[in-house]
């Protein structure tokens, strides 16, 4: 009869640690639910990003720093085109001129749009 006793002590054991599991968990779904509600409220409240580009000029191009100047001078003289072309004209790689035109994509400098795979980088120089 005993052992009867502490299979039961060892199962009710087992099923209070279960029970104090599951209502850990659903404290955290709880908490995890509210920060999505509070996330959700921030984005629809969070303005709408546009896609016009400002003009770029001489001063702006001084003020980036020198990595991002060579690489917005080198589109500027193509117009428009890939990372590829435009590290072809900085003699940098590919990838290392994406990092940068991403860069200036997020500055509003550079517009970025895909024809096919390929994706185009270009600028809007200031009208004087």
């Not at 006793?5 to 060892?10: A, L, P, T």
């Not at 709880?30 to 000029?57: N, W």
């Not at 702006?60 to 004209?89: D, M």
């Amino acid at each position: 009869m005993k052992k009867h006793q502490g299979r039961r002590k060892s199962s009710n054991s087992k099923v209070k640690r279960a029970d104090a599991k599951l209502d850990r968990i659903e404290s955290l779904l709880k908490k995890l639910d509210t920060a999505l509600t509070d996330l959700s409220a921030k984005v629809s409240a969070a303005p709408a990003r546009t896609e016009e580009i400002r003009p770029v000029d001489s001063r702006e191009i001084l003020n980036l720093p020198g990595s991002l100047q060579k690489t917005v001078l080198a589109l500027i003289r193509l117009g428009s085109g890939p990372a590829n072309r435009v590290a072809a004209r900085t003699g940098r790689s590919r990838a290392l001129e994406s990092l940068y035109l991403n860069q200036l994509v997020q500055l509003g400098y550079v517009k970025k749009g895909r024809d096919g795979r390929t994706v185009y980088f270009s600028v809007r120089q200031h009208s004087s």
